[in-house]
């Protein structure tokens, strides 16, 4: 697991300008960032990395021991067996929640309670009918019983994830929910007077790889599903794009006599290599066919992302999806057009390999948004 949370920025503690709010947010977000998901550090460490002063420290750990951000958990090994001990530090897992809300599976909601590090610890879920129709007082509903049981001052704010272009608290667009310019961050906020955070689902199972999974702080991350999102991260940020639907490459045409699709172009990369499209084309073939759509598949994909490799230099590129579409033969294929469209003296092998990270992914990924959000604004 790597450490860190967010990149970027040092101790403003000797920097003047800032107001002495602005300093000590950024110092909470520097101790937490070295502390997220599960490291364990002394005070002294702490100091140590960050440059901050003993009662820099002290005082603003002091206030997230409080707030229930971090709790001391054990004691460093002190080989001399002489002088105090000091004690480490880590998230606290115990006692702020924050509530996710994950409508980007089809025909179905799924909410759950979640600890500090997005792990579940009380699930619902809401079944939807085919046409996929959700209703914003569904996913109203489903907050209420999820934080029946809830302190209101340990609830740290809502994360929703949905699979479209997301602006803010809007959803500017979402196909699968057949949204447009839905305002749902604004009335939950309304609703709850809790923050609520919306986030595009290829960026929420990111966050979760990023932080639970083998990935650093840069990474090209594809889903592969009922159609094909991808998420961008350089130095632990998320790419966002001008207009904020930056990865959606599903509708990018890459073969002008593919397939019609229903944008009204030809060849989209959804239409050529999302597993629904991938499992139609199957259907006609016997075992060998199949392993030959999905090496062709692997080795498109690898062709339309050579590119955006080449482009920022990501030396890792981590793919989820189903295991009868992305398995070995995909994998292979896809490395191999790599090695050959992305290979010289100058650029680091890209190695693309499959997301490991267990199940709710997505789901846990609203979560980490949350408090990404709550710790780095
Ligand atoms: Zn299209």
Same mark, same amino acid.
């Given at each position: 697991m790597s450490s860190g949370f967010e990149h970027g920025g040092t101790a403003t503690g000797r920097q003047?300008?800032?107001?002495?709010?602005?300093?000590?947010?950024?110092?909470?977000?520097?101790?937490?960032?070295?502390?997220?998901?599960?490291?364990r550090r002394s005070r002294a460490d702490l100091g140590r990395l960050t440059g901050l002063s003993r009662v820099a420290i002290s005082d603003v750990i002091s206030d997230m021991l409080d707030e229930g951000l971090l709790c001391e958990t054990g004691y460093a090994a002190n080989p001399t067996g002489k002088g105090k001990r000091g004690a480490l530090l880590g998230i606290d897992t115990s006692r702020l929640k924050i509530i996710s809300i994950d409508l980007s599976h089809p025909q179905l909601i799924q909410g759950a309670v979640t600890d500090l590090l997005g792990i579940p610890q009380d699930c619902m879920e809401v079944a939807l009918g085919p046409d996929n129709h959700v209703e914003t007082d569904a996913i109203v509903q489903l907050i209420d019983q999820l934080r029946s049981d809830l302190d209101f001052g340990d609830v740290l704010g809502i994360g929703i994830v949905v699979s479209g272009v997301v602006q803010e608290g809007t959803v500017r667009d979402s196909t699968m929910l057949g949204w447009h310019n839905v305002e749902l961050g604004p009335l939950l906020e309304?609703?709850?007077?809790?923050?609520?955070?919306?986030?595009?689902?290829?960026?929420?199972?990111?966050?979760?790889?990023?932080?639970?999974?083998?990935?650093?702080?840069?990474?090209?991350?594809?889903?592969?599903?009922?159609?094909?999102?991808?998420?961008?991260?350089? #130095?632990?940020?998320?790419?966002?794009?001008? *207009? %904020?639907? @930056?990865?959606?490459?599903?509708?990018?045409?890459i073969d002008p006599n593919g397939p019609e699709c229903p944008c009204g172009k030809r060849?989209?990369?959804?239409?050529?290599?999302?597993? #629904?499209?991938?499992?139609?084309?199957?259907? *006609? %073939?016997? @075992?060998?066919?199949r392993a030959d759509v999905i090496r062709q598949a692997g080795d498109l994909f690898a062709s339309a992302l050579a590119m955006p490799v080449g482009l920022l230099d990501i030396a890792d590129v981590c793919v989820a999806g189903p295991a009868d579409i992305i398995n070995n033969t995909f994998l292979e294929a896809a490395q191999q057009r790599f090695d050959a469209a992305t290979g010289s003296s100058f650029h680091v092998r890209t190695i693309i390999r499959r997301c490991q990270v267990g199940g709710d992914l997505t789901l846990r990924g609203g979560a980490i948004a949350v408090i990404r959000r709550y710790i780095n604004g």
């Amino acid at each position: 697991m790597s450490s860190g949370f967010e990149h970027g920025g040092t101790a403003t503690g000797r920097q003047g300008k800032a107001s002495p709010a602005d300093i000590r947010r950024t110092n909470r977000a520097l101790i937490f960032n070295l502390l997220f998901p599960a490291q364990r550090r002394s005070r002294a460490d702490l100091g140590r990395l960050t440059g901050l002063s003993r009662v820099a420290i002290s005082d603003v750990i002091s206030d997230m021991l409080d707030e229930g951000l971090l709790c001391e958990t054990g004691y460093a090994a002190n080989p001399t067996g002489k002088g105090k001990r000091g004690a480490l530090l880590g998230i606290d897992t115990s006692r702020l929640k924050i509530i996710s809300i994950d409508l980007s599976h089809p025909q179905l909601i799924q909410g759950a309670v979640t600890d500090l590090l997005g792990i579940p610890q009380d699930c619902m879920e809401v079944a939807l009918g085919p046409d996929n129709h959700v209703e914003t007082d569904a996913i109203v509903q489903l907050i209420d019983q999820l934080r029946s049981d809830l302190d209101f001052g340990d609830v740290l704010g809502i994360g929703i994830v949905v699979s479209g272009v997301v602006q803010e608290g809007t959803v500017r667009d979402s196909t699968m929910l057949g949204w447009h310019n839905v305002e749902l961050g604004p009335l939950l906020e309304r609703q709850f007077d809790l923050p609520v955070v919306i986030v595009n689902d290829a960026i929420a199972a990111m966050l979760t790889e990023r932080f639970f999974g083998q990935a650093g702080p840069d990474l090209i991350f594809t889903t592969f599903g009922q159609g094909v999102g991808t998420a961008t991260l350089i #130095h632990d940020m998320p790419v966002i794009g001008d *207009h %904020h639907a @930056a990865g959606e490459i599903g509708h990018i045409a890459i073969d002008p006599n593919g397939p019609e699709c229903p944008c009204g172009k030809r060849g989209c990369l959804e239409m050529l290599i999302s597993a #629904h499209a991938l499992r139609e084309r199957m259907r *006609h %073939h016997d @075992a060998r066919g199949r392993a030959d759509v999905i090496r062709q598949a692997g080795d498109l994909f690898a062709s339309a992302l050579a590119m955006p490799v080449g482009l920022l230099d990501i030396a890792d590129v981590c793919v989820a999806g189903p295991a009868d579409i992305i398995n070995n033969t995909f994998l292979e294929a896809a490395q191999q057009r790599f090695d050959a469209a992305t290979g010289s003296s100058f650029h680091v092998r890209t190695i693309i390999r499959r997301c490991q990270v267990g199940g709710d992914l997505t789901l846990r990924g609203g979560a980490i948004a949350v408090i990404r959000r709550y710790i780095n604004g």
